[in-house]
Structure formats: structure tokens, C-alpha cells
Nanobody, 121 residues
Framework: QVQLVESGGGLVQAGGFLRLSCAASGNIFSINAMGWYRQAPGKQRELVASITSAGSTNYADSVKGRFTISRDYAKNIVYLQMNSLKPEDTGVYYC???????????????WGQGTQVTVSS
């Protein structure tokens, strides 16, 4: 079994900041890519940021320069530091981890439960 637990969402004024965390635990052999997605009301889920096992990062154009993704390899945690938040950043944020579980062949995508981020104007 693999569990993902997200934390760090909330309500913040425009220009403020939040840091999201996603911790993976359980029968994990290795973790490849980690990423954060968000889904605004009435919109499709979109990739916000991702980080590979080598530490290479990728960001959506809308968050470049404001958001930073990072990972703690020892603790199996991925973070999303969100600065200069805008109302359009509002949505439910989900972490996504590509995990190679113990006892199973291959890698699988695991999703966090989602955490609400609301940015007021």
C-alpha cells in the first residue's frame, strides 16, 4: 500500500504565499517524477509544476517565476512554494507521484486527496 497525504492549502489574499506539501509513505521502492496539478471550477485539471528524479523542473507558463517545486528525497516529500498568488491560482491542487511500489512490477501514478487553495482579490 502507498499513501499520499497533502497539506498546506488555505485562503490567502492576492500577493500572498502558501506552501503545499505531499508526503508519500508505504511500500515504496523508488519515486520517479513528482508533480502538482490544479483544477479550477469548471475547468480541466492542468499541470502546474513537475520535478524529475534528477531534479529537473518544469512549470506552466502561468506560474513561472512565482512557484517553485522541490523534493526531499529522503522523506519522499514534494513541495510547492507559491508566491505572489493571484485569484486565478484558485483551485484544488493535487500532487501526482510516479512510484515504483515494492512487490509490484512497474511504475504507477498515485494522486493525493487534493487541497483547496483560494486566493481572494
Amino acid at each position: 500500500q502507498v499513501q499520499l497525504v497533502e497539506s498546506g492549502g488555505g485562503l490567502v489574499q492576492a500577493g500572498g504565499f502558501l506552501r503545499l506539501s505531499c508526503a508519500a509513505s508505504g511500500n515504496i521502492f523508488s519515486i520517479n517524477a513528482m508533480g502538482w496539478y490544479r483544477q479550477a471550477p469548471g475547468k480541466q485539471r492542468e499541470l502546474v509544476a513537475s520535478i524529475t528524479s534528477a531534479g529537473s523542473t518544469n512549470y506552466a507558463d502561468s506560474v513561472k517565476g512565482r512557484f517553485t517545486i522541490s523534493r526531499d528525497y529522503a522523506k519522499n516529500i514534494v513541495y510547492l512554494q507559491m508566491n505572489s498568488l493571484k485569484p486565478e491560482d484558485t483551485g484544488v491542487y493535487y500532487c501526482n507521484l510516479r512510484i515504483y511500489p515494492l512487490g509490484r512490477g512497474g511504475e504507477y501514478d498515485y494522486w493525493g486527496q487534493g487541497t483547496q487553495v483560494t486566493v481572494s482579490s
